[in-house]
T-cell receptor
């Protein structure tokens, strides 16, 4: 069965500092990987996704993530955090073999300090 | 509208009552999903509809939960005899892709509080 681990429940970063949110997955084949962001009272918005090809993927709002097969990781990064980035971030894994739902991690809440 | 629409946005009910939550997916999307989001628990898959195929109900936590999708469009999630542990945000998503997992487009959710 596929699973996703986001080891950090909360992270606080100073505005302007760099950010890395960790995500580890368990899946038997090449996964499809996603990062979503959820602002308070809002639904989830896709930041970026990895299906194949270049392991460094760019997303919206200046985010990027790198797929590392050897580490079963798909960490999210941003070089300079803005106060508006404060939100909850979810990593998700999907199947490349036809099962059609996403499995989500429990999320990481990002707090941005001035 | 252009996005996934869910109603009601907030629902407060008493233990033992039945509730219905509605989802209107993006026009033309063939796949529809229900997830439950509880505090600190992330998103829990409940049920998935794909076109006219039989739904994948493997995530429904008990037989008090059911869902239907009429005409391949609007979906209703019904919770019978609600319990306090059913309190959560229920998220609906739709997808234009058939078969393998692609991007899901989420609604803003229905927050259910069971007193």
């Amino acid at each position: 069965a596929q699973s996703v681990t986001q080891p950090d429940i909360h992270i606080t970063v100073s505005e302007g500092a760099s950010l890395e949110l960790r995500c580890n997955y368990s899946y038997g084949a090449t996964p499809y990987l996603f990062w979503y962001v959820q602002s308070p009272g809002q639904g989830l918005q896709l930041l970026l996704k990895y299906f194949s090809g270049d392991t460094l993927v760019q997303g919206i709002k200046g985010f990027e993530a790198e797929f590392k097969r050897s580490q079963s990781s798909f960490n999210l990064r941003k070089p300079s955090v803005h106060w508006s980035d404060a939100a909850e971030y979810f990593c998700a894994v999907g199947s490349s073999t036809g099962y059609s739902t996403l499995t989500f991690g429990k999320g990481t809440m990002l707090l941005v300090s001035p | 509208g252009a996005g996934v629409s869910q109603s009601p946005s907030n629902k407060v009910t008493e233990k033992g009552k039945d509730v219905e939550l509605r989802c209107d997916p993006i026009s033309g999307h063939t796949a529809l999903y229900w997830y439950r989001q509880s505090l600190g628990q992330g998103l829990e898959f409940l049920i998935y509809f794909q076109g006219n195929s039989a739904p994948d109900k493997s995530g429904l936590p008990s037989d008090r939960f059911s869902a239907e999708r009429t005409g391949g469009s609007v979906s209703t999630l019904t919770i019978q005899r609600t319990q306090q542990e059913d309190s959560a945000v229920y998220l609906c998503a739709s997808s234009p892709r058939q078969g393998h997992t692609g991007e899901l487009f989420f609604g803003e959710g229905s927050r259910l509080t069971v007193l």
